[in-house]
């Protein structure tokens, strides 16, 4: 069973930078895809970035494209959401996921995901 464990929420000010990351364990899918998706109270699951296994694809949602940069090191089974310039709407529980499909960026085509960590955006 693949275990995936998020680190890095904290608190930040508007604008500020936080660096998330998301350690994969156990058996894991050949080539994962992995992607990052938030959730903030009253709103459903929402799409953030996707990365491809060898890092050469990857997507981000609208609302974060330019601010947030994902990356991952496969010899350490972790995958980074670096988000910059950050915005009280980006406040949310952050989750990361593994998909054993290419190309995915719907929440449905991920197989294994994270417990979250807690990103608030507030001054």
């Known amino acids: 069973q693949v275990q995936l464990v998020e680190s890095g929420g904290g608190l930040v000010q508007p604008g500020g930078s936080l660096r998330l990351s998301c350690t994969r364990s156990g058996r894991t899918f050949s080539r994962p895809t992995m992607g990052w998706f938030r959730q903030a109270p009253g709103k459903v699951r929402e799409f953030v970035a996707a990365?491809?296994?060898?890092?050469?694809?990857?997507y981000y949602a609208n609302s974060v494209k330019g601010r947030f940069t994902i990356s991952r090191d496969n010899a350490k089974n972790t995958v980074y959401l670096q988000m910059n310039s950050l915005k009280p709407e980006d406040t949310a529980v952050y989750y990361c996921?593994?998909?054993?499909?290419?190309?995915?960026?719907?929440?449905?085509?991920?197989?294994?995901w994270g417990q979250g960590t807690q990103v608030t955006v507030s001054s």
């Open positions: 996921a593994a998909s054993k499909w290419r190309g995915v960026r719907d929440a449905n085509n991920f197989d294994s």
């Open positions: 990365i491809s296994w060898s890092g050469d694809s990857t």
